[in-house]
């Protein structure tokens, strides 16, 4: 079975500039989580998507946003970007079964530089 | 709200020696937790997991077991090798929610 998917692996922008991001979950999963790894945040949890719904969403300003479509795929946007926004974006999927618990597999992520 | 807290890096040892990195949990109802290892440029995989109290999670020789009077879950391993140097993660989850809440992570370096 093929692992999650993110593309691309390295992105470098400029300030002000917006920036999309892909992530391709695990075939048969559901649901897709977004996190942010920075040296001084840590992990830090954006989102969360669920058949083409946002379920979750962690502590971020408007300026990150996201979307999943109907084959789970997901994509998050980062509009005005800022020095900040520097990071390891990781994205995560599992089937999204509220029940019981479920593991989320990750991504290798995505290295966005902002100058 | 939830939180995680773990031990300062980075820890240092020698190859064969023993490995204790703590951590401990703030929580509402009964999450699950887990220790995740990150290798230097990739992501995170799922070292071990224990869901509910007194479950002892165990993979590749490490081991945690889930405390929920200390509220800690300590991940420990008998014999370290220099392939174990990495960061480590611990994090919780509340049942029904996809949302993982991090430790600041601990990096281990182990030296032959």
């Known amino acids: 079975k093929a692992g999650v998917t993110q593309t691309p692996r390295y992105l470098i922008k400029t300030r002000g500039q917006q920036v999309t991001l892909s992530c391709s979950p695990i075939s048969g999963h559901r649901s897709v989580s977004w996190y942010q790894q920075t040296p001084g945040q840590g992990l830090q949890f954006l989102f969360e998507y669920f058949s083409e719904t946002q379920r979750n969403k962690g502590n971020f300003p408007g300026r990150f946003s996201g979307r999943q479509f109907s084959n789970s795929r997901s994509e998050m946007n980062v509009s005005t970007l800022e020095l900040g926004d520097s990071a390891l974006y990781l994205c995560?999927?599992?089937?999204?079964?509220?029940?019981?618990?479920?593991?989320?597999?990750f991504g290798p992520g995505t290295r966005l530089t902002v100058l | 709200g939830n939180s995680v807290t773990q031990m300062e890096g980075p820890v240092t040892l020698s190859e064969e020696a023993f490995l204790t990195i703590n951590c401990t949990y703030t929580?509402?109802?009964?999450?699950?937790l887990f220790w995740y290892v990150q290798y230097p440029g990739e992501g995170l995989q799922l070292l071990l997991k224990?869901?509910?109290?007194?479950d002892k999670g165990s993979n590749k020789g490490f081991e945690a077991t889930y405390r929920k009077e200390t509220t800690s879950f300590h991940l420990e391993k008998g014999s370290v090798q220099v392939s174990d140097s990495a960061v480590y993660f611990c994090a919780l989850m509340n049942t029904g929610f996809q949302k993982l809440v991090f430790g600041t992570g601990t990096r281990l370096l182990v030296s032959p």
């Open positions: 929580a509402t109802g009964y999450p699950s």
């Open positions: 995560a999927s599992s089937s999204g079964d509220r029940s019981s618990y479920n593991e989320q597999f």
């Open positions: 224990a869901t509910k109290a007194d």
